[in-house]
């Protein structure tokens, strides 16, 4: 499995717990479910989605705040569509706390923005994780 493709079942996951408002006490669950429906057997990817998840969470508070601070004037954090949110807060905490390389991570968002989003969904995810590698101080390779 790629990881691409363990990116892509991390953000479904994160879309469905933020659709169904799946509170933390019962993630783990929702978790292996998931990869049980999915019949997951990679190791990495059940690892990787569930670290991610559980970092994500942990962090919440912290990312929202991060992605709100980098919304253009006027917008809130309530505006943004499910799949955007769950895409922008996966890619954040990838960026920001798995220091993953964000050329990579944002990427990779916006393929998952071309196909899961609506057609504003790339460009609109783009912008806001360049704004979030811009103010997190991210080390920007020359």
């Keep these: 499995m790629t990881r691409s493709e363990i990116r892509d079942l991390a953000f479904e996951v994160l879309y469905s717990l933020e659709i169904q408002k799946v509170p933390s006490?019962?993630?783990?669950?929702?978790?292996?479910?998931?990869?049980?429906?999915?019949?997951?057997?990679?190791?990495t990817a059940k690892k990787y989605i569930k670290d991610v998840i559980q970092g994500i969470t942990k962090n919440e508070t912290e990312i929202v705040?991060?992605?709100?601070?980098?919304?253009?004037?006027?917008?809130?954090?309530?505006?943004?569509?499910?799949?955007?949110?769950?895409?922008?807060?996966?890619?954040?905490?990838?960026?920001?706390?798995?220091?993953?390389p964000y050329k990579v991570v944002i990427n990779e968002a916006v393929e998952l923005a071309k196909k899961y989003g609506d057609e504003n969904s790339p460009s609109f995810v783009n912008g806001i994780l360049a704004n979030i590698v811009k103010q997190a101080g991210v080390k920007v390779e020359e």
């Design 65 to 100: 705040e991060t992605i709100s601070k980098n919304l253009k004037e006027k917008w809130e954090i309530g505006r943004i569509s499910k799949i955007n949110l769950a895409l922008l807060k996966l890619a954040t905490y990838e960026i920001i706390y798995a220091e993953l």
């Design 25 to 43: 006490t019962e993630q783990e669950e929702q978790i292996d479910l998931f990869i049980q429906t999915e019949e997951i057997q990679d190791e």
